[in-house]
Structure formats: structure tokens, C-alpha cells
């Protein structure tokens, strides 16, 4: 079946497959490396004359997001992707759909920071998607794959989450996993929504005003603070919502571990591998990798540290994740951080010298 | 089974199409790969790196610090890599790139004139399909056969009537450390 | 003999009409102001054509950002100068939509110019609609891009100074050379004839949009009465006698007429 084949190609380039593929109305972007293949894997594709997807290489990142949000409040499936820099232009069109509450997927290829930075892989973008890169009390959906397949299968889950909560969601990748080629399985073609499906899933979309319903109005605007703060309290009641419900980890050789990592995307690939030469060398340490970093898995790190005697984060940065890591601890064990800056990536045996003086 | 190659020369050798003739044939083998090239201006002129890995198993960190095998093409990948290479492991090297040879005792350490050659067969384009067959001969993980059906699967159709001379320069390689 | 009230208000009787679209809400727009006005028109222009339930508008930040308040059609609100990026996509993911922006001169010729400029050149088939009232009206009168050379406003308080603060833009002049645009005019509405044009205008340019010929842009030469401190009657006269001489009403380009 040609839909099953498998077939080897890069994270970025599985992602624009996958958006085909599960019925993604438009793609809005700006080129920007490590992501470039996104759009370029686009337009080589030509969805708009298959599926009937829109592309569009916008002016800016600025214009991308704010393409989404057009689409986005219109009913449809849309998207963009970026790195670091764009996504940081993107944070004010991330705030407005996240007022609106109206569902759209960025995925975020990271590179290093801060400023224009490098173009290496870094995960130092933890906090901008996980703790509100914009202005205001919201969250974004944060999902991080780890491997090409991930990539591909994100796509849809990402925009099944941001439509059953009216809500951004965002992978976090980086150049790692956008950059590598590895064997993916193309998810199955799922045909776009029709008119009629798209009214009937998106009520409130400003799509024209049949005279039968008020006009719907796309907006994030409210100067009464009374009606604000009730606004807010009702975003509020779904992140609790989606806290509840929607944390994904995975867990890995924890079953008789002593120690363990935290580690999310590409840095749970590097763990994996030194974990295996830990164990090797007689270290019991396995791996508990966030998929959802928001929601964050805080019971799962929480009941985890009832069980080991030490936590080790490996993050790509300068220390982010560990704060999520420490809140959920709470101090009962240590927990310690181990990342590498400016786009170098921490070998396998750096993680092991880790370990060692953790064990020590 | 499970062999972790990095493949580093000058943008413009081949170095990552090499890598992703090699990954490809292990998919076709039905083995997991990875392929993780060194991104960014690099691959436009600098020095360019490619880390591949084919393996039975599940593989879990595609960046690595040391390798089974080393394919150098350049004087600088040479002074980054040659230690990188795992005691008992290979190291193959096209000497035309090379000003000082690598001194390790411990690894096997393999001379391969491919650009030499190539000049010769008038096969410059694809001196890197020498050294792979120079490669696939110490280490067979994948069949000669899996790689020319990987040629054909990433070859522009236009460009498949020069498989036959990619398999000629796969089997000089291989005759090279014969 | 007096006649009742309800003798005199009869369909014979009506000799005008609040537009269909035009809801009660109160306007916060000042007295004079001349986008109660262009409101109107869009509402009467979205009637006549049959496309209340196929149109989407697109409000700005600035004075007009609760327009989506008093037309009875569905609308997105944009962040600031933001708007012509969200038409983009709405058209394009809804192509049998009527979709346009409402703009004012800081939105859409200083912090959206590019948004302005792109979407313009690719040929959208939107219609921007630009109020150039020459001032920033919502956040108390300061400059804007369009804010003219010697006029006072809360941050030239001096004159404006080429020296100091650049020249006006000519943002419809700019429009109408690139090739996307299939219609750009000027337009006002300070008397009954211009406002009968200005409905024309923009009738015009809905219909382009709907005959996928390209991008409009319908500038609204407009006053700010409370900005520039003047009655409303003064305001209409100052603006006929500084706004016109510089911003010329008419159209810059119709592609129905010649290939400009």
C-alpha cells in the first residue's frame, strides 16, 4: 500500500508531508534555516493542486502568523513553521490567538540564542513555548518529537489538540531532528474538510453571516475589565482542562533505574545512547521524556522522585526545563542540570561524566 | 549488527550523497538508519561532516562521539576526526586530500586513491562511490545490490543511465583494499 | 388637521434609510468624524451586492477597531497593521468571500506598511479601505505617516518637520505602481456628491475582488475633527483646502480604463 511505504527523508521534510496528508487547509512562511525545507517540500509538492492546501511564502514571519490567525479564524486548518528568530516575531500573533481562542499549529525548528545567534540546533526556546513568549496569561499545546516519525505524526495530533481546545498548539523541534533523515511511515491521506464540515466543527469562524446567527466576531479586544477577567477565567478552566487530561511522556528503561534523565526531542535521543554506556559500566539510570512540554508531566516527574535518588535534566540550554523538574521534586531529591550553549550539542559521554558525579 | 560512520570532506565531494546512498540502502534492507549531516554555510564550500548510522536495532542518538568507521576526504576532517575513531575501528582516506596521514596504531587504518583513479577512469564526479565501495568491501552491511537500488530511488531519473558506472566505481573501490 | 404618527411613518413616506447592516449600537466615533460615514457606505455597498453572508471584514487598530461593532457581518480584528495578512489568507482559504480591511493611516502606512505594500503587490483580491485622516485619532492626536508637512499634532507640536520627521506617504501613489493593484483611488466624504462617489468607488472595488481582477486600495481622505481641533464644519474646510492640494481625490489607477 502506498500509503505505508516506508521511506527516509528529513524531519522538516516529513513534517510538510504529514500537513498534506492530514488535511491541512494553508501553510503560511518565511524561510528561515534549519526549517527551510518545510515550505520548499511544500512547494514542491503543489497540495493546491491535489488537496486543494494553500502555500504561501509570506513577507515576514510577522505576516505568516498573522496569515494563520486569518485562516485560523476562519475555520480552517492552518499552519507555519520557523526558527528561533521568526518564531520570537511571531509571539504577538501567538498572544492574539491564544485571546481569541482559535487553533492553529506553529512548529518551532530551534537554533541558538539569544539574538540572531546560530544556526545549530539548541533547545534554549523551553521557556518562550512553555511559559508564554508573549504578552498575557496563556498557553500554547507544546508537543516535542523526538525522532522523524514523531515529526510526521505530531502534525495531526498537534492540530487535533488545537481544535478540541481552540487553542495554538506548537512543536518544539530543532535543527537535530529537522536536519536528520531517518525512516519515517507517512501517516494515511485524510481528505480536507468540507464548507459544510468546517461550519458545522467551527461555529464561531468569521466565514460570512448567514442571517440566521449573529455575526461572529474574531477578536481578543475587551476594554470592560469585569467581562476581561471573566474571558480569562474561562482560558484559564481549559488549561487546567488540558493540564488534566493531555500530558504524554514516554518512559524508558526506569523500571529498575536508580537514577534517572529528563530529557525531551533530540537531547532524549543523546540520553538514550548514554544510557546505555551508563548501564554498561554498571549505572542503573533510565529516561522519563516529556512529550507534551506543556502540559508538563509534573505527577509523573513528581512520582519518579519517590523512586530514584537523583535527577539529571539534559536540556540544550543553559537550564530550563530543570525549573519545571524542581517544582514537581520539590527538593526531595537532587536535581541537577547538564546542557551544552550556542548550538553544540552534549555528546553521549559528556552525559555519562554527568551521571558519574551524580552516582558519586 | 550496527556500524557508526561519519563521512567529512569539502562541500561539493559528495560527502553527504555518499551518506545517503549508504542510509538508504540499509533502509532498503529493512535495517534502521539515521543521517545526520553537519548543516548551515558549511555545506557550501567549508567543510562538510555526515554522521550515518545502519543498524538491526532501534537507534537511539544520531550524534555521536566516536565512530566504528571514519571516511576522510580532507586535511581538516582528518585533525577533527581521526581521534574520534574507536580503538579497533577504520579509518579510510583518499590520499589526494591528505598532506599528513593519520599515525593512530590502533585502528586500521586504509589508503584509498579515489580521486587518483577516478582521473583516470574519467569518473571524478563520483569518486565518493569508489571509497564507499572501498568501505563496503572492510564492511559489508549492506549489499552492493541494495546500493544501486538506493542510486536508482535518489538519483534524478534523468541521471540513471550513469548507474552502471557507479556500480564500476563501487567495484573499483572495492578491489582497492582487495 | 394634524396627521398621527403612525399616518406619516409609511414605506410612501421613507425618504431615507439606515442601512439593513448598520446595527444600533452607538457609535464612539466624535461628531463629524468621517468614519460613521464610510461605515455606512460599506454597509450599503455589502447589501446591494447580495454578499452579507459571504463577507468577511477585517477591523484595524486604531479608532476603528471596534468597526466589527456596528456592521452586522462577520469580522476578524487584527493586530496592529496586521490586517491585510489576515484578508490573505481569509480569501485565499475562502475564495467566494467578499473580504476586505478597514485601515487607518498609522495601521496601515507606518506599522503595516509591509503588510500593506506585499499583499497589494501579490494581487489579493482584497480591498483595503484607508482612512488617511493625516493624524493618530484613537491615542489623542499624535503624528502620523500621513500627517502633513507645517500641521500640528501631539508629538510635532511645533509643525511637522521634514528635517526632523520625514515627508507625508503617498501610500495610493505607491499602490498604484505596483502590478498587483487593479484599482486604486481617492476618495472623501464630505459632501453629498463625494459620498456618492466614494459608494461608487467602492462598489467598484468589491466587485474587482469578486472578478479575481487583483487588489484595491479605496483611500478615504478624512477628518479628524477632534485631533485637529476644529469644528466639524472647519474640519471639512481644512480639509479641502490642506488635505486636497497634496492628496488628490480621483483615481490613481483602473485597470478597466488603461494599463498604468
Partial sequence: MADQEITLMKGNEAIAHAAIRCGCDGYFGYPITPQSEVLETLAEQKPWETTGMVVLQAESETSSINMVYGGAGCGKKVMTSSSSPGISLMQEGLSYMAGCEIPCLVVNVSRGGPGLGTIQPSQADYFQSCKGGGHGDYRLIVLAPSSVQEMADFVDLAFELAFKYRNPAMILTDGVIGQMMEKVVLPPFKPRRTEEEILKQCPWAATGRPKTRKPNVITSLELDPAKMEEINIRIQKKYAEIQEKEVRFEEYMLEDAEYAICAFGSAARIAKKAIEEARNEGIKVGLLRPITLWPFPYKEVEALSNKVKGILSLEINAGQMVEDIRLAVNGKIPVSHYGRLGGIIPAPDEVVRELKKMVK | ?178 | MSMDIKEIIQPENLVYQKPELLNDTPMHYCPGCSHGVVHKLISEVIADMGMADKTVGVSPVGCAVFAYKYIDIDWQEAAHGRAPAVATAVKRLWPDRLVFTYQGDGDLACIGTAETIHALNRGENITIVFINNAIYGMTGGQMAPTTLLGMKTATCPYGRDAKLHGYPLKIADLAAQLQGTCYVTRQSVHSVAAINKAKRALRKAFEYNMAGKGSCLVEMVSTCNSGWKLSPAKANKWMEENMFPFYHIGDLKDIANNNQ
Avoid: C
Avoid at chain 2, 50 to 60: A, Q
Avoid at chain 2, 73 to 93: A, D
Fill in chain 2, 1 to 178: 549488527m550496527k556500524q557508526e560512520i561519519i563521512i567529512a570532506g569539502f562541500g561539493g565531494q559528495g560527502v553527504l550523497s555518499m551518506g545517503k546512498i549508504l542510509a538508504y540502502s540499509g533502509l532498503i534492507e529493512g535495517k534502521e538508519v539515521t543521517w545526520m549531516p553537519a548543516y548551515g554555510p558549511e555545506q557550501r564550500g567549508g567543510t562538510a561532516n555526515v554522521t550515518v548510522i545502519v543498524s538491526d536495532e532501534e537507534i537511539s542518538s544520531p550524534i555521536l562521539s566516536s565512530y566504528d568507521t571514519a571516511i576522510i576526504l580532507n586535511q581538516p576532517s582528518m585533525e577533527k576526526f581521526e581521534n574520534s575513531v574507536k580503538p579497533g575501528g577504520t579509518l579510510i582516506y583518499d590520499g589526494y586530500g591528505i598532506s599528513i596521514p593519520p599515525t593512530r596504531k590502533d585502528i586500521n587504518i586504509y589508503r584509498v586513491d579515489a580521486m587518483d583513479v577516478a582521473a583516470k577512469m574519467n569518473l571524478i564526479k563520483i569518486f565518493n562511490m569508489i571509497l564507499l565501495g572501498s568501505y563496503l568491501k572492510l564492511h559489508p552491511i549492506v549489499q552492493i545490490e541494495s546500493v544501486l537500488k538506493a542510486l536508482k530511488k535518489t538519483l534524478p531519473e534523468r541521471h540513471h543511465g550513469l548507474i552502471p558506472q557507479n556500480e564500476e566505481a563501487i567495484k573499483k573501490g572495492m578491489e582497492l583494499v582487495g
